[in-house]
């Protein structure tokens, strides 16, 4: 995989948009609400060229069903990654019923911690432009210095994007989680 960072392109929320009304559609029986986060969602915010879309349900029940219909169309279940309350799926990306850009998509049961670390943390660039600038920067430079490793890559964000977090009132027990999960073995 090779880590590009690019300026902010108003494309991305439209892209969303088709998206977004796709997932509606499909999900139209279950109660869900669908939320652009991670960098491609907050103006101005350098970022790779890939929406992050989390998928929010109110208990297993309704997520179960997601799973179903998101398979249904080409979706595969990846389990919840060592995050907890939060289901990861991949697609082909010559998925006839995908006719937006690459993205990542997530499904997070309401009120589930990484769901909320993940609206505090795009709340706080949207209202915080320095700080949107310091991440920008540090994102651009990373992705230089580890063109090829995700890892390394994200490694060299958490520090800052915790530091965020903890601005926003983050306890320090969900900041540890974030750190073991994106630091790896390194703490």
Known sequence: MNIEVVEYDSKWECEFVKAKTFFTKLLNTIDIE?????????????AKPILDIDIIVNDNEDKLKVIKKLESVGYKHLGNLNIEG??????DYKNPYINWMNHHLYLCIRGNEHLNNHLLLKKHLIENEGDRIIYSNLKK????KFSTDIDSYIDGKTQLITSFLQKEGVSEASLLKIKKVNLKDKI
């Open 34 to 46: 669908i939320v652009h986060v991670g960098s491609t969602s907050v103006y101005k915010m350098w």
């Open 86 to 91: 939060r289901e990861a799926f991949s697609y």
């Open 141 to 144: 430079k990373l992705s230089k």
